[in-house]
């Protein structure tokens, strides 16, 4: 089938070079031209693992191309919306400018027929606006919306072979039809038996905000918990286990440490509390700010816990507001990540990039290593000094692990305490074994952990 892919930045990219993989003659549309020269060159401006390799082999197998010209898309029957929903300046609501410029763009060149699909985030009545206007002009398109719920650093692979599929269409024969189109998109992963949901335009749009809520929330439960654990020497993450193994609760998305970041769960719950707001029923999701407020503040904690541990280094538990700060100034701390997640390079509204810039605001010598975010962040922070992991280990008086890569996670303590200077490591992921690292003489300060 002709698909075009209108928006080629995280998602877009994957989507196409995805749906060219499944077979689909696939054409990727963006304004930004130096981003269509590097997709059309397998150069992608952002690391995913196996991204590269499959644009380089849909580009060379004829099956995708790259182009700005809206017209391109003309010969498309589905056209998907992958564009971004930033987070408004100074607000929580979404920005829907992309949404609504790339809608625009599109309309002149749908045939009868064409199915328009919907894959951003957006806020719950944004479809129903968007399939009113496409059919101002083109009554004979249909509109589906077709929520996204890729990862991070395993896009590709949730992509092609996907753990659900939503469609929220319209009602009646044009809903049938478009569904049997979009059918024919996802044949491969219908076949194999991923479970479908087909359901309103609402219900669809609510499915990824509420699933994004969900998860988030229950990230700042478990690091809530991690505060009530040092309040009274508990281990979080024995915790964790122990209430993972209940089936209603499960053990995913029960690690504490210093919270969520990246493009979707910061921006995500606050532009439902604020579409919230808008309905009237501001109350209802309330209970949103509090997770945002218990995710930021464990950033706070990782600040507080170096700075203890740095003023009073007698190897005793330390959190809380009364560190003193003042020990941060000219004290070399090696950060270990500053991508949000591992396995991906993006920065936004990255926990570990901000405790980073922290510590630098408050006088500390930062020396920042990550596999591959250190492009980016140095774009947005030039201010910090970046190095590679030895380097940043070397003459380090404190080692913080803010993002959980695996050669983090696999560090050795004796040889890392032969190239520090101090012997100070504050664990931001709790992946580290407390354990081995005392025994190596260092002292051990994790978030809920004794």
């Known amino acids: 089938m002709r698909i075009s892919v209108i928006g080629c930045g995280y998602l877009g990219a994957v989507h196409a070079a995805c749906m060219a993989a499944l077979g689909h003659q696939v054409v990727g549309i963006d304004v930004d031209p130096d981003k269509v020269d590097a997709l059309n060159a397998a150069t992608p401006s952002i690391f995913e693992p196996g991204l590269g390799d499959a644009l380089a082999a849909e580009l060379e197998a004829g099956r995708l191309r790259f182009s700005t010209d809206y017209a391109d898309a003309a010969e498309a029957r589905v056209h998907f919306i992958a564009v971004g929903t930033p987070q408004?300046?100074?607000?929580?609501?979404?920005?829907?400018?992309?949404?609504?410029?790339?809608?625009?763009?599109?309309?002149?060149?749908?045939?009868?027929?064409?199915v328009v699909v919907g894959k951003s985030t957006v806020p719950v009545g944004t479809a129903q606006l968007l399939a009113e206007r496409i059919h101002a002009d083109q009554p004979d398109a249909s509109l589906v919306w077709n929520p996204e719920f890729l990862r991070e650093g395993v896009a590709?692979?949730?992509?092609?072979?996907?753990?659900?599929?939503?469609?929220?269409?319209?009602?009646?024969?044009?809903?049938?039809?478009?569904?049997?189109?979009?059918?024919?998109?996802?044949?491969?992963?219908?076949?194999?038996?991923?479970?479908?949901v087909v359901t309103d335009y609402a219900t669809a749009e609510l499915v990824k905000v509420a699933a994004n809520a969900f998860l988030a929330t229950k990230i700042s439960f478990i690091n809530a918990m991690s505060e009530v654990a040092d309040a009274v020497g508990a281990d979080v993450t024995h915790l964790a286990d122990a209430i993972g193994h209940d089936p209603r609760i499960g053990r995913k998305f029960l690690n504490a440490g210093v919270g969520f970041g990246g493009g979707c769960l910061p921006k995500d719950i606050r532009a439902f509390r604020a579409r919230a707001e808008e309905l009237g029923i501001g109350d209802t999701l309330g209970f949103l700010r509090e997770v945002d407020a218990i995710n930021l503040r464990q950033r706070d904690r990782v600040v507080d816990a170096i700075a203890g541990a740095l003023s009073v280094n007698d190897g005793d538990r330390y959190?809380?507001?009364?560190?003193?700060?003042?020990?941060?100034?000219?004290?070399?701390?090696?950060?270990?990540?500053?991508?949000?997640?591992?396995?991906?390079?993006?920065?936004?509204?990255?926990?570990?990039?901000?405790?980073?810039?922290?510590?630098?605001?408050?006088?500390?010598?930062?020396?920042?290593?990550?596999?591959?975010?250190?492009?980016?962040?140095?774009?947005?922070?030039?201010?910090?000094?970046?190095?590679?992991?030895?380097?940043?280990?070397?003459?380090?008086?404190?080692?913080?692990?803010?993002?959980?890569?695996?050669?983090?996670?696999?560090?050795?303590?004796?040889?890392?305490a032969a190239v520090a200077s101090g012997r100070i490591v504050v664990d931001g992921r709790n992946v580290l074994d407390p354990d081995a690292w005392r025994a190596a003489g260092w002292t051990y300060r994790g978030l809920g952990r004794p």
């Open 319 to 416: 959190f809380g507001s009364d560190s003193s700060t003042g020990s941060l100034v000219g004290r070399r701390i090696a950060v270990l990540g500053l991508a949000f997640k591992p396995e991906s390079d993006d920065i936004r509204d990255s926990p570990a990039l901000d405790v980073a810039v922290r510590l630098k605001g408050l006088g500390a010598d930062v020396v920042c290593a990550d596999p591959k975010a250190i492009p980016n962040a140095r774009a947005k922070h030039p201010q910090l000094a970046y190095a590679s992991t030895a380097e940043a280990l070397a003459g380090a008086e404190a080692v913080v692990l803010l993002t959980e890569w695996r050669e983090y996670r696999d560090l050795d303590p004796a040889a890392v």
């Open 156 to 196: 590709v692979a949730d992509t092609l072979h996907p753990d659900r599929i939503v469609y929220g269409v319209p009602a009646g024969d044009e809903g049938d039809r478009a569904r049997a189109v979009l059918d024919e998109v996802y044949a491969e992963a219908l076949a194999s038996g991923t479970p479908q």
């Open 88 to 114: 408004r300046r100074g607000e929580g609501a979404a920005d829907l400018t992309y949404v609504h410029a790339a809608v625009e763009a599109l309309v002149p060149h749908l045939r009868p027929g064409a």
